[in-house]
């Protein structure tokens, strides 16, 4: 494989589908990840990792689902470096029309003495075999070092080369426990182009973790330095502080072209929806201060910002709200508003609904604005997110009646479920309206997750505005998020418990293999 390339151009590696769900509570189904991998599709990502096909059934077959209707973008599956994780991936991927496999061993003295338990020698064959067996299956091949950035430096070398040599076309250094300093990590990058003699034959990777807030920092550093591909999720979704951020990374390098002349193919207006998506999909909702996709980043509360924006908006904006997609909230359709007017609407914000998710989102639709004074761009986007990633749940809601107040004591919950099909019916009484009303659910779909998060907010400004309620559940060491949006606060709180417990079916399914990390 030749790796000439416009040496400006960086390529995106998008890990949300792999990486991003191994955070606690991450767990996403099958038509969740589809959604997801269709719009990096569509905003321009070049590599979508979908998932650990070893991992379980359940990741196998999103892996393989999405390299079926994936066309744009390379579809890669993740494999350490045993045959088996190899040929699981290498069929997994087989149906893509431009496919990947990325296989990683950790180097760090550390992990290969405690926790592969391997002598070097025997991870530096394993690099071999590893790769050679990958090429038999795809030309396009990534190798990582796990822990690179503690990895002892001539050794890194060493295996980089060999793993050219073997016929990777990627190289990969993580920062996998996020534990480099910016001019650490640019410095091993390039010690790698100037001692890997090979190294000009494979594109120069990086994927770091943001531990101490630095995975953003880290990976300009490296392309600065001569990387030419980031590896990066939605949000800064990951396992622990979670990953560098995709919207942070396409930004800085959009907005600080001075000082990082370089591009990527990433369409920036289609950054908030895939923000708001992942969100709703995790039930991880963003922090109001985080960089580019916060509700905050746009915000101008201080008497003197506000007076220069008003003067000249680059006083205190370094980019354009619009760039990332974001518009300013407007009034956009009524409850007369028809169905065709509803459709125009979902594509002007950038959704392409099938007729049966356009009808189900519709219906919300006017459920809302029968309810609503004014519906905005934001509900709208709440409802319709909730709707839409829902397709396979396996509990819904039916009708939910709650008696509480000073005057109905204790709180009484009526709550039908339609369950595997089925339609259930109960009444349940708690401390409080949500108490009773998750304990109808209890009593109707019985486990033994214990709720470790309740969290509401509301979607736009007004006592009427939709509230979205996100629910964490815990089970054997499984955590899974669930969201739900209504105006009915209570309402809003028994489709995120659901919402949670059917992540927690599609989690229960997943027996992750050890060494997950890259």
């Known amino acids: 494989m030749s790796t000439e390339m416009d040496q400006t151009r960086i390529t995106i590696f998008d890990t949300t589908l792999r990486d991003g769900e191994q955070s606690p509570g991450a767990s996403m189904n099958l038509n969740e990840k589809l959604h997801i991998a269709e719009l990096l599709e569509a905003m321009g990502v070049d590599i979508i990792e979908a998932g650990f096909p070893i991992a379980s059934e359940g990741d196998f077959e999103a892996v393989n689902e999405i390299a079926k209707v994936i066309k744009g973008s390379v579809v890669c599956g993740l494999a350490r470096s045993g045959s088996m994780d190899i040929e699981r991936a290498a069929e997994a991927i087989k149906p893509a029309e431009r496919a990947r496999i990325h296989t990683f061993i950790s180097t760090s003295e550390l992990h290969m003495k405690h926790k592969l338990q391997m002598d070097p020698e025997d991870v530096y064959q394993a690099v071999i075999d590893s790769v050679t067996l990958a090429r038999n299956f795809t030309d396009d091949v990534e190798w990582s070092c796990e822990d690179g950035s503690r990895t002892e430096m001539d ?89 560098a951020a995709m919207e942070e990374i396409i930004m800085a390098l959009r907005t600080r072209q001075d000082s990082m002349p370089f591009a990527t193919n990433v369409k920036t207006e289609d950054i908030i929806k895939a923000s708001r998506l992942v969100s709703t999909v995790t039930g991880f909702t963003v922090q109001p201060n985080k960089a580019i996709v916060g509700a905050n980043a746009f915000a101008h509360e201080a008497g003197i910002h506000q007076d220069g924006v008003l ?31 509803f459709r125009e609407k979902l594509k002007e914000l950038g959704y392409d609904l099938g007729d049966n998710a356009v009808q189900d989102a519709f219906k919300r639709f006017k459920d809302l604005a029968d309810l609503k004074k004014e519906v905005f761009d934001e ?45 259930k019916s109960t009444d349940a009484v708690g401390d409080g309206p949500v ?55 209570m309402v809003a709180s028994v489709r995120a418990y659901i919402n949670a417990l059917n992540k927690l079916l599609v989690k229960r399914e997943k027996t992750a293999p050890s060494a997950l990390s890259a």
Request: glycine residues 8%; negative net charge.
């Open 379 to 423: 509900d709208i986007l709440a409802l319709v997110d909730d709707t839409v990633v829902r397709d396979n749940d396996r509990i819904r809601l039916v009708s939910l009646e709650i008696l509480c107040g000073t005057r109905h004591q204790p709180p009484k919950a009526g709550l039908e479920l339609e369950i595997d099909g089925e339609v």
């Open 155 to 243: 050794f890194m070398c060493r295996c980089v080369e060999a793993a050219i040599a073997a016929g990777a076309t990627t190289i990969n250094i993580p920062d996998t426990v996020g534990y480099a300093l910016p001019n650490e990590f640019a410095g091993i990058i390039t010690e790698l182009k100037e001692r890997v003699p090979n190294i000009d034959k494979a594109v120069l990777s990086v994927h770091c973790h943001n531990d101490l807030g630095l995975a953003v920092a880290n990976s300009l550093a490296a392309v600065n330095a001569g990387a030419r591909q980031v590896e990066c999720t939605i949000n800064g979704l990951g396992e622990r502080a979670g990953n």
């Open 311 to 341: 003067k000249n908006a680059l006083t205190y904006e370094i980019m354009t709200p619009e760039s990332v997609g974001l518009s300013e909230s407007k009034l956009v359709l009524g409850k007369h508003s028809g169905r065709h007017a």
């Open 435 to 489: 108490d009773a009303a998750f304990n109808a659910v209890q009593a109707l779909f019985a486990h033994e997750a214990r709720l470790q998060l309740y969290q509401v907010h509301a979607v736009t400004e007004g006592t009427d505005a939709q509230a979205e309620v996100t629910v964490r559940l815990e089970e054997g060491g499984k955590t899974v998020n669930g969201q739900g949006a209504d105006t009915d606060t």
